[in-house]
Every structure is written in structure tokens, then in C-alpha cells.
């Protein structure tokens, strides 16, 4: 057998079940279906069999891996138990905001990579810094509100504002594992600025619609870029829906693009019909990217799809400003042209996946009015290639 070194570890592909890579002596890799890597020690202890972790991969390396995996066996041959100790560290300093904030996040195994990294931007800039070593059962509202002022006196009202609503997620998480009474983020709720709601910037006018079409042809960038560019009128799917695409969820034959609900912001499953025009470009794009995961993969590795803001720093080398189209704003030109060229607004409203709070009736909704649905997505994209033609 191969010695797993950080090439395997890197190159190993997810699967639908969790697999393990072993290095030995008791220590493996645990890739997970999320592409997710960690490292797992098991060992015996009194008859029983026993798993720890010890990180993840690369954030831990092969050589710290080991080195924690044989301090565990020396603490085993001392007859002291790995878990017990770390659960004993744990109770006597474990019980920080910061120790908490991080137990919690690694336990999000729903969240995209972008949303697990934001929401660590925001705990070690805005909180961590202020209420990073509070023992949580002690934050009072004043201590959180104190470190959500120094958010807003920067001007960055709506992240306040967020940085409350994850707070509270984190304390939460800590009352349902017995580390804290009551969550302080509550009170906080009308002691924050304020935030103005804005809309994305859209182009609604058909001929500027036109217009904005002709440019996204003649776009001359990254094939993956490019691909998604073209792609997003037809679709409008919210960004993160769009560039995080899958080939194991697109149906090239069946013309249809099924979304698991962990990649969708209302967390319920939806299908996309695709146009012809739409399966021009993926079929396209499949050329290119068909042997991996991702159907626009990243310039520096493949492994990982387009970024956050790929879409707008698009549309701004094309001459678009923030405030004239974004890469949301293709959902809003849909919306509104559809309603005008006369669609039935429930067929549009499912096919946007604005979110369904009856569980029950989501299900049903996922696939609902899907045969209007085909029919308005191929008269979308035909009315596009209309729009197109004439603003030439």
C-alpha cells in the first residue's frame, strides 16, 4: 500500500459516504462527502474502542497529526485515557466564547465553505477580539452589545447586525450542550442601528436587456467565467446557486438541473428546467470541466468552484457598474419581464425558489407546476435571443 502523503490526502475524492485513508498506528483521514478532510486517532482503552479528533486537513499537516497521535499513545501507555483528559481540559477552559465559537463551526457540515468562512471572519474581526474569552454562561447583553458598537462606529451597520444574529447562534449552541442559561443576543434586538433594506441593481428595460446580452457575448475571459455569465440570464439563479453548480446534479439528457436543498438559501430542493439554449452552453462547459466536480471550476485549482464575486467583477469589466446590474439583479430582470410578457406569477415565484414555510407544502412545491415551468424557461430563453437580436 502507498504511504498517504498530502498528495493522496489532497487528490482523494469525496464520495457519498465518509471513507477513511490511514497513515497508521491508529491515526486516518476521514475524506467526507462535503470534500472535507479530518484527521481521526483510534485507539483502545479498557476494552473499548475509542475515536478522536484531531483536526482538519491541510489547517492540521501530516507531521502536527502524528506528533498529537503519539502524545495520545503515550498518554495511553501511562494508563490515562485520550478523552477523558481532553473532556476534563475542556470543562476547566473550554468553556470560552472563542472555545465554543469553534466547536460550533466545525460542527456546521450544512454550511457552503464561503458561509463557514465568513462566518469566521466575522468571530475572529468583530467578536472574538471583545468577548473571545468570556466564559459564555457570563456574556451579559451589555458585553455583546459593547462588541457589536464597535462594528457600527466603523460604519458597518448590517454587519452588525449579523454579527448579533451569529452570536446568538453560538450561544444557542451552547444552552442545548449545558454550557449556558439564556442567550443574550435576544435583548439586543432594537438596541442596533437600523439598516436600510436595498435592492440589487438590475436592468429591466428589454432593449438595455438586449444590450446587456450582446456585451455578455462578447465577454473574452476565464471559460468558466464566461460559461456562467452566459448561463445566468437563463437560469436566474441566486449567485451562490449558479457558480456552485455540480455535474452530479445536472441531467444533460433530461434537460434538468436538480439543487440539493443544502445549496439553496430557503434549504429545500429545487429543479431548474433547462432551455435548449442553456444546454448549448453546459454542454459546451462539459467539454471543459466535465471530468470534475465543479461545472466552473476555479483558474488556480478545480477543486473548488468560481468565487463569491466572480459575476460582478464580470459585469464591471464589461462597463456595468454596481448600480446598474449585478449578478443577483439577473433574478430581478426575469421577474420583472416575465410578469410582463403575461407568466402566471405562482410558476414564476416557484421557479425563483422563494422559500415555502410549510414543510409539507415544500415538498409537494419542489416540483410543482414544473410543466409550465419547462414551457415559460425555453420561452424565456427564446425571448432573450430576441432581445439580443434586436438591440444589435
Known amino acids: 500500500m502507498n504511504p498517504l502523503t498530502k498528495t493522496r490526502i489532497k487528490a482523494a475524492a469525496p464520495r457519498q459516504k465518509p471513507y477513511k485513508l490511514y497513515r497508521g498506528k491508529g491515526l486516518f483521514i476521514l475524506v467526507m462527502p462535503d470534500d472535507r478532510r479530518w484527521w481521526r486517532f483510534r485507539y483502545r482503552f479498557q476494552g473499548r474502542e475509542k475515536t478522536l479528533s484531531l483536526g482538519e486537513f491541510p489547517d492540521v499537516g501530516i507531521e502536527e497529526a502524528e506528533d498529537k497521535r503519539d502524545d495520545f499513545r503515550r498518554e495511553l501507555r501511562a494508563g490515562i485515557d485520550p478523552s477523558v483528559k481532553r473532556r476534563a481540559e475542556r470543562s476547566a477552559n473550554g468553556d470560552t466564547f472563542h472555545a465554543v465559537a469553534d466547536e460550533w ?5 450544512d454550511l457552503s465553505p464561503d458561509t463557514i468562512e ?81 435592492h440589487h441593481a438590475a436592468i429591466t428595460n428589454p432593449r438595455d436587456v ?20 452566459r448561463l445566468a440570464p437563463l437560469v436566474f439563479l441566486r449567485p451562490g446557486e449558479l457558480r456552485g453548480a455540480e455535474w452530479a446534479e445536472i441531467d444533460l439528457e433530461a434537460g434538468e438541473w436538480r439543487i440539493p436543498a443544502a445549496r439553496m438559501k430557503a434549504k429545500q430542493d429545487h429543479i431548474v428546467p433547462l432551455s435548449r439554449q442553456a444546454l448549448a452552453i453546459l454542454r459546451e462547459q462539459f467539454v471543459i470541466s466535465g471530468n470534475g466536480r465543479f461545472v466552473f471550476p476555479s483558474l488556480r485549482s478545480d477543486a473548488r468552484c468560481i468565487s463569491d464575486n466572480t459575476i460582478n467583477a464580470a459585469l464591471r469589466g464589461l462597463g456595468y457598474g454596481k448600480h446598474e446590474m449585478t449578478g443577483h439583479g439577473f433574478r430581478t430582470t426575469a421577474s420583472t419581464l416575465l410578469h410582463e410578457l403575461g407568466f402566471n406569477t ?22 410543482a407546476h414544473l410543466p409550465e415551468r419547462r414551457r415559460m424557461m425555453q420561452a424565456w430563453a427564446d425571448y432573450l435571443d430576441k432581445l439580443g437580436k434586436t438591440a444589435r
Open 105 to 109: 463551526l466545525a460542527n456546521q457540515r
Open 346 to 367: 405562482d410558476v414564476i415565484e416557484r421557479q425563483l425558489a422563494h422559500g415555502e414555510q410549510n414543510k409539507v407544502k415544500a415538498s409537494y412545491n419542489r416540483a
Open 210 to 229: 438586449g444590450k446587456l446580452l450582446n456585451a455578455i457575448d462578447g465577454y473574452a475571459g476565464f471559460s468558466s467565467v464566461m460559461a456562467a455569465l
Open 118 to 198: 465568513q462566518f469566521r471572519t466575522r468571530l475572529t474581526t468583530y467578536l472574538y477580539p471583545k468577548i473571545g474569552n468570556h466564559r459564555i454562561d457570563t456574556i451579559e447583553p451589555t458585553d455583546l452589545l459593547t462588541a457589536l458598537r464597535t462594528v457600527e462606529a466603523k460604519g458597518r451597520y448590517d454587519t452588525a447586525h449579523r454579527c448579533r444574529s451569529l452570536a446568538g447562534r453560538v450561544i444557542r449552541y451552547a444552552i442545548a450542550t449545558g454550557r449556558a442559561k439564556r442567550d443574550p443576543s435576544a435583548d439586543l434586538r432594537d438596541a442596533l442601528i437600523s439598516v436600510r433594506t436595498t
